[in-house]
């Protein structure tokens, strides 16, 4: 895996088929940035995938549908205060969210994101690894450079996805 990654290893607790995946970085971008990004249908679009219908707020219909030939997942939105946290509940990924924190004076913000699912070890590896190369597309969506899903390879992901199958 490159050493030069923004995003530090996720990790995982499992009870059984029952796992919670978790990230935790710190973006040099302020919080209203990091929120459209993880709470619009426009920032969603640039990093992870196109939020269509999007309904903010508690309750709200989202159906996600993945830009790199990922699947189509309906669901709710199913926590919300704005600018601090954007849960979404979604077939076939489960319940994730983002909680954001400013720091650095405003300058910086403080990124958690959680992801509770059911599966296998093969879907844990899945998920460390999707999320994972997700929140790096997310670095660079901040840095304005979203991502043109038309070149998207598998390469990365397959990368990602051996290194956490060699962590202990």
Same mark, same amino acid.
């Given at each position: ?53 999007? *309904?903010?707020?508690?309750? !709200? $219909?989202? +159906?996600?549908?993945? =830009?790199?030939?990922?699947? %189509?997942?309906? @669901?709710?939105? &199913? ?21 954001? *924190?400013?720091?650095?004076? !405003? $300058?910086? +913000?403080?990124?958690? =994101?959680?992801?509770?699912? %059911?599966?296998? @070890?093969?879907? &844990? ?44």
């Amino acid at each position: 895996m490159s050493t030069d990654s923004p995003v530090p290893y996720g990790t995982v607790r499992t009870s059984g088929e029952a796992h919670t995946i978790h990230f935790e970085l710190r973006l040099a971008h302020p919080l209203e940035s990091a929120w459209a990004a993880v709470a619009t249908p426009g920032g969603l679009r640039g990093w992870l995938a196109a939020a269509d219908p999007f *309904e903010p707020g508690p309750g !709200g $219909a989202v +159906t996600l549908r993945w =830009l790199n030939g990922g699947v %189509t997942a309906p @669901g709710r939105i &199913t926590a919300w205060h704005k600018r601090r946290l954007a849960e979404y509940t979604v077939d076939v990924h489960g319940v994730f969210g983002f909680a954001l *924190e400013s720091v650095d004076h !405003g $300058a910086g +913000t403080r990124l958690s =994101l959680s992801n509770d699912f %059911t599966g296998d @070890g093969e879907a &844990t590896l899945d998920q460390l690894a999707g999320w994972h190369q997700h929140l790096e597309l997310l670095c660079e969506e901040l840095e304005g450079h979203p991502t043109d899903w038309t070149a998207w390879t598998s390469d990365r992901f397959a990368a990602l996805r051996s290194a956490y199958a060699g962590r202990p």
